[in-house]
């Protein structure tokens, strides 16, 4: 019921930060080179050359953002969460560790003082570099290219190349870390009532955290190449090639405290 749920402030979910933050993000790209050519043989040439990448990881220079360690979680000094109980007619929850009971809303919240809400939690230039992750230093990317003229009439020619190339990711997963605690506390609570909203009262809900994994690795591109030219009659040339690229350290986002598959038809979670 819509209408009647908006008049009497009836949410399904609700969620606010506790501030608003702006960071301050800085990088700097440092990259030079050297080439050269040699012509090994009259039917023969050569390409080669290295390219040098220095990439600053991007990072914000006030320093509010954080990323989660698994290392430096400790089991221990988790939060709890409400548990539900109580009968269908008059739900309830609990908690599990001293049995204090509260109302069926607080199920799935954190019980108060329960843990440390930054269990895990590293806050840049404090418990980690101001990085979030390793700065990986020069990347060096070679470059090869071969050129043969099987006739030595340059009929028909081979050529051979590859190379390996870096860049950097995007700035927005840079920009998610400072949504991350202690900076921002942003909880989701779930089926209440406005009214009840109270920073001062109010049951804070697991809130969600962003990370890097901290080994740092920078998107790399490896490519290659294989080919031949033919001179064919009327000044037309037939040129087949292979041209071939990997990927890696590409980014990818992983949950890795997701529920696992078909937990939600389980008999022990239907409430």
Same mark, same amino acid.
């Not at 006739?151 to 997963?173: A, C, H, K, L, P």
């Not at 740092?216 to 591109?221: D, S, W």
């Given at each position: ?9 009836? =949410? ?7 501030? =608003?933050?702006?960071? +301050? ?13 040699? +012509? ?9 050359? %290295? ?30 969460? =409400? ?24 199920? #799935? ?20 570099? +101001?990085?979030?992750? +390793? ?6 990317? &070679? ?48 089926? #209440? ?10 049951? /804070? ?7 890097? =994994? ?17 001179? /064919? ?9 292979? %041209? #071939? ?14 529920? &696992? ?11």
């Amino acid at each position: 019921f819509g209408f009647s749920n908006m008049a009497l402030g009836v =949410y399904t979910s609700f969620n606010q930060a506790a501030g =608003y933050f702006t960071g +301050k993000y800085r990088y700097t790209n440092a990259e030079w080179y050297i080439q050269d050519q040699w +012509k090994a043989t009259r039917r023969l040439t050569l390409d080669y050359g %290295v390219r040098f990448y220095w990439i600053q990881p991007q990072y914000d220079a006030a320093l509010l953002t954080s990323t989660f360690l698994p290392e430096l979680y400790d089991p221990s000094k988790g939060v709890r969460l =409400y548990r539900p109980a109580g009968t269908p007619a008059n739900p309830s929850a609990i908690d599990p560790a001293t049995g204090q009971t509260a109302g069926s809303l607080a199920r #799935g919240r954190i019980v108060p003082n329960s843990g440390s809400l930054t269990d895990g939690i590293a806050q840049a230039g404090k418990d980690t570099n +101001k990085y979030l992750m +390793k700065n990986r230093g020069v990347h060096y990317s &070679p470059r090869v290219g071969l050129a043969f003229d099987a006739t030595g009439q340059q009929r028909m020619v081979f050529r051979v190349g590859g190379s390996i190339m870096y860049d950097r990711f995007q700035g927005n997963e840079v920009f998610d870390m400072i949504t991350n605690p202690p900076t921002t506390f942003a909880p989701t609570v779930v089926n #209440g009532y406005l009214r009840e909203v109270d920073a001062r009262t109010a049951l /804070l809900a697991p809130f969600s955290l962003h990370a890097f =994994y901290y080994n740092g690795n920078v998107p790399t591109v490896y490519t290659y190449s294989a080919g031949v030219q033919t001179r /064919l009659p009327y000044q037309f040339v037939l040129d087949v090639a292979y %041209v #071939g690229s990997l990927s890696r350290h590409e980014l990818q986002r992983l949950n890795i405290n997701a529920v &696992p598959y078909g937990a939600t038809f389980l008999p022990q979670n239907q409430d």
